[in-house]
């Protein structure tokens, strides 16, 4: 889309956000625009929860020119890739350029921590992820803080103790792994 095009999309969003905002007032929305332009006149209907694209792109360029191959990890762990068994085999030649296919074949799942996990730190929790379930990494955790809001902490540092049921984010082969855990 290009110029009156994405005036037009995001007029449209914030028209039909305002609409239902006026009909249902306690409901909370959920809205995605595609640009920035819009996102004071949400906020002035009240509208808490707003994903933006164009703000996503500029935090992830930003954060690549402080970490060089950022925004190659978040999108391997967004994007769906699935080699075969097979072709993993005819690419053990490949060297590091492996590793990176074998990576790429990775993704983000979230999942419920057991109860087996209840009194250990999350460095703890880590350890034993990795260790119990092939290349399977325990990135963060959500979990409530002290006033009661819902909160995701990526690799919290040792006084965070988890208590078994939090939701926990890892990178896994699978789905099925992540369950397993």
Request: proline share 4%; aromatic share 10%.
């Amino acid at each position: 889309l290009v110029g009156s095009e994405m005036c037009i999309r995001d007029r449209n969003i914030m028209l039909s956000c305002l609409a239902f905002k006026d009909y249902c007032p306690d409901i909370p929305l959920y809205v995605q625009l595609p640009h920035s332009r819009g996102l004071l006149y949400l906020m002035a209907a009240n509208v808490k929860y707003t994903l933006c694209l164009d703000q996503i792109k500029m935090l992830l360029l930003g954060q690549s020119c402080l970490t060089p191959g950022f925004t190659t990890l978040i999108s391997n762990l967004i994007l769906t890739f699935s080699p075969e068994d097979e072709e993993l085999g005819v690419k053990r030649a490949w060297g590091w350029s492996y590793e990176y296919y074998v990576g790429m074949s990775h993704e983000l799942y979230g999942c419920i921590l057991p109860s087996k996990f209840s009194g250990l730190t999350f460095a703890q929790a880590a350890m034993i992820v990795y260790t119990h379930f092939k290349n399977t990494l325990l990135i963060g955790v959500q979990m409530k803080n002290r006033e009661g809001d819902v909160a995701i902490l990526l690799n919290p540092d040792e006084s965070v103790v988890l208590s078994g049921g939090e939701i926990a984010f890892v990178i896994a082969k699978s789905q099925q792994i992540a369950q397993k855990i």
